[in-house]
């Protein structure tokens, strides 16, 4: 996400906070259906993918972009509908050449529609009824809620009333919580949920992370294996696992924001499924601008490997689980020839995990294990950070909270 931002935002003082976006502008009919269909005789239970999204092709990057510096969830700008629009204006040309770059548009819808599609008829299979209820929540659909570009929260939402949808479960397809991500994601939907008059209509829960659940675990650390092996046994000796993901403005860790400690959980647990048989380190990608943000930075701890004589590392993009932008362009294109200028000759990039079997079927066991446990929303999700005063914040956890209890 924040790569999208390089450069963009150093004229004016970013702080995020939690308010209505001031320029989403949502087009529905041009677009045919995001969710799947599946026929049935029964309203199906929805599961909501949550993510941020990316351009389908170069005629949307400007509205993307607008979109996103629109999000007062992720940014406060001063004047910010004017600014939005000049710095989308300006960044335009440039962030077509990247996705140009990677083929002409984001592939993350195509890779966001098959994990669904497989999720979903995995669901079908192994959770045709909730233990704790017995009530029959097949067939499952996944439909699609995109931040910053369609298929939107609204076009969803739109979809799963079309549907006359019952029970919705959030799936937030960030493996860590950030207020940033997940947590914007989560208030646009409470505000769709309000405009559309849509307050009585589902009956809502939330998977809003699963950083260290064991099936998306063993789906990465099988990823990281699968390149390792790609090297002979005397370079693998001396590999180093560079985990990387994106970071933070440390004015956002410093409120209490949890997914710098999420993001370290997870790497722990990888490393301990591979049996820790290999140094490693994370590092964080997509700093903006001159303020403090995360470190050490991805591009720093490139060159510092190479000073230290290193030549074969594998990065492993840590927080991200489909191909997009930050893996196709930042890692693949930008680091990688960094890389190569430092030396770093044997620089490999794991493979994101997109609809690898693996993967889709620990999707599955999450929403499935979540249904079992008819649980609301975790406990971490209903505790706001120590420091926040965002109203919108709070009032998204009240209504999805209190949803149930109605």
């Known amino acids: 996400m924040y790569s999208l931002i390089k450069h963009s935002a150093r004229r004016f003082n970013s702080n995020v906070a939690l ?3 001031l320029a989403w502008t949502p087009v529905h009919n041009m677009y045919r259906s995001y969710a799947s269909e599946t026929p049935s005789t029964k309203p199906p239970t929805a599961v ?10 170069l005629d949307d990057v400007y509205q993307f972009l607008l979109n996103l510096f629109s999000d ?27 996705y140009q770059a990677i083929g002409g548009g984001s592939p993350i819808l195509s890779w966001t529609r098959k ?31 995109f931040r910053y570009v369609e298929p939107s929260t609204t076009t969803a939402l739109e979809e799963m009333k079309k549907d006359k949808v019952e029970r919705a479960i959030v799936f937030s397809q960030y493996p860590q919580y950030s207020c940033s991500t997940t947590g914007s994601s989560l208030n646009e939907l409470h505000r769709g949920i309000k405009e ?4 009585n209509d589902i009956k809502w829960s939330i998977i809003d992370r699963w950083p260290t659940h064991p099936g998306f675990i063993d789906a990465t650390a099988k990823k990281i294996e699968a390149k390792l092996a790609e090297y002979t046994p005397e370079e693998r000796k001396d590999a180093v696992i560079m985990f990387s993901a994106h970071s933070l403005p440390m004015s956002v860790v410093n409120r209490g924001d949890p997914y710098p400690a999420e993001v370290a959980s997870t790497v722990d647990h990888v490393m301990k499924k591979l049996k820790n048989a290999f140094p490693y380190r994370l590092c964080w990608q997509s700093q903006v601008g001159p303020s403090a943000w995360l470190g050490p930075q991805t591009s720093d701890a490139l060159k510092g490997f190479a000073k ?8 492993v993009p840590i927080a991200f689980t489909s191909d997009h932008i930050e ?6 294109q ?18 994101a995990l997109n609809d690898d079997a693996t993967f889709t079927n620990a999707m599955a066991q999450i929403v499935k294990e979540h249904i079992d446990k008819n649980e609301i929303v975790a406990k971490q999700w209903s505790l706001r950070c120590p420091s926040c005063t965002f109203e919108t914040c709070g009032q998204s956890r009240e209504f999805f909270i209190n949803n149930q209890k109605n």
């Open 115 to 145: 994990q669904g599609e497989a999720m979903e008829k995995l669901l079908d299979e192994i959770s045709p009824e909730t233990e704790l209820t017995y009530q029959n929540l097949a067939p499952h659909k996944h439909y699609i809620a």
């Open 19 to 21: 308010t209505r976006p």
């Open 327 to 332: 893996t196709l362009f930042e890692l693949d």
């Open 334 to 351: 930008e680091y990688a020839e960094e890389a190569k200028e430092v030396g770093l000759t044997g620089w490999k990039r794991v493979d």
């Open 196 to 199: 559309l008059g849509m307050e």
């Open 72 to 98: 007062r969830d992720l940014m406060q700008l001063p004047f910010q509908s004017y600014a939005s629009k000049f710095i989308a204006t300006r960044r335009t040309p440039q962030i077509k050449e990247q």
């Open 48 to 57: 909501l993918l949550t993510n941020m999204g990316g351009p389908k092709n």
């Open 308 to 315: 230290a004589g290193k030549k074969n590392l594998v990065v």
